[in-house]
């Protein structure tokens, strides 16, 4: 017995000892950051709200509170020059965002399911170069490209906004779907292969299912960045073919009306919903 416990004593004791990290390190610990986070909440969401709340006014004034009222957005809702530009928007964020999402799982299946070739960052680059460089360089870039072709044509219609738009939501796209590749275990295309599967099978019944959700998420993002693209809308577009953001800047330069706001608010409450849907799809479970 005294044996057996010797024993015990000896065994545990040649057991290493777990160590104690160190203590959980925290931002909120450091000084000054509850007034850095707040002012920054502030700063970001106070000029919004009062866009809100400005939009249920019943008076027409932007700066004073006349009592609550819904006739903002009633209006807004039957301005014929609203429903012409939403309309518009809606067709052309879905177009270019569906094109724009197709190309981007190509680009994405070419540059993680290859071999490593010359040139591959290189492509990474240029697929991301809309997000590197200047909204207004890639606006005027493509007014002069686009005026080029029309005086070549003659032709004139939806179809640059299209392009344009499309060109810019390529990379908002490529970036979800390209990281929904890179953390798919590939041992499951693999398996597929080794059981004699062709490699349009394999992409058709295995690796299409796993990233479906990189491409819903980098639709849903890239239907938003083109609902609010003004400047290379307001570059690219002829007469007649305002969107949305565009309609509500030419009314900004003529006269402010809450109906501004209530479109604006519309907008804001839509994006968020797509926004929330959108890493709601990209969160990861544990």
Same mark, same amino acid.
């Not at 909440?41 to 709340?53: D, T, W």
């Given at each position: ?5 010797? =024993? ?9 000892? +777990? ?18 986070? &707040? ?5 970001? %969401?106070?000029?919004?709200?009062? #866009?809100?709340?400005f939009s249920f006014n ?14 903002? *957005? ?6 014929? !020059? /609203? ?7 809606? *067709? ?12 981007? =799982? ?17 492509? %990474? ?5 809309? &997000? ?5 360089? =890639?606006?005027?870039? #493509? ?16 179809? @640059? ?9 390529i990379p908002f796209a %490529? ?12 041992? #499951? ?5 080794? #059981? *004699? ?26 239907? /938003?960045?083109? &609902? ?7 570059? /690219? ?7 949305? +953001?565009? @309609?509500? &800047?030419? !009314? ?29 799809? =990209?969160?990861?479970?544990?």
């Amino acid at each position: 017995m005294v044996e057996a416990t010797t =024993t015990q004593v000896e065994q545990s004791a040649a057991k290493p000892r +777990p160590k104690r990290g160190p203590k959980g390190y925290s931002l909120r610990t450091l000084p000054g950051f509850t007034f850095v986070a &707040l002012f920054t909440m502030i700063v970001l %969401y106070a000029p919004i709200s009062i #866009l809100v709340i400005f939009s249920f006014n019943e008076g027409d004034s932007l700066a004073i509170w006349e009592g609550f009222s819904l006739q903002w *957005y009633a209006k807004a809702a039957a301005n014929e !020059q /609203v429903q012409e530009a939403a309309i518009r928007s809606l *067709y052309l964020a879905f177009i270019a965002s569906t094109i724009g999402t197709i190309a981007a =799982t190509m680009a994405a299946l070419a540059t993680t399911r290859t071999r490593r070739f010359t040139g591959k960052t290189m492509i %990474y680059a240029l697929i991301n170069q809309p &997000l590197m460089v200047p909204e207004i360089v =890639t606006a005027v870039a #493509l007014l002069i490209v686009f005026a080029a072709i029309k005086v070549a044509t003659g032709h004139n219609s939806m179809i @640059y906004l299209i392009v344009a738009h499309t060109a810019f939501c390529i990379p908002f796209a %490529y970036l979800p779907i390209r990281a929904r590749l890179e953390t798919m275990d590939n041992s #499951l295309e693999t398996a597929a292969r080794d #059981l *004699y599967a062709s490699a349009w099978q394999t992409f058709r019944m295995v690796t299409l299912p796993n990233m479906w959700p990189g491409i819903i998420a980098g639709m849903m993002l890239s239907f /938003v960045i083109s &609902l609010d693209t003004v400047v290379i809308t307001e570059f /690219v577009k002829s007469a007649g073919q305002d969107t949305l +953001p565009t @309609y509500m &800047l030419g !009314q900004l330069r003529r006269v402010v009306t809450p109906e501004v706001n209530a479109i604006s608010t519309v907008i804001l409450f839509s994006g968020a919903i797509l926004v929330a849907l959108f890493f709601r799809l =990209t969160q990861r479970k544990g």
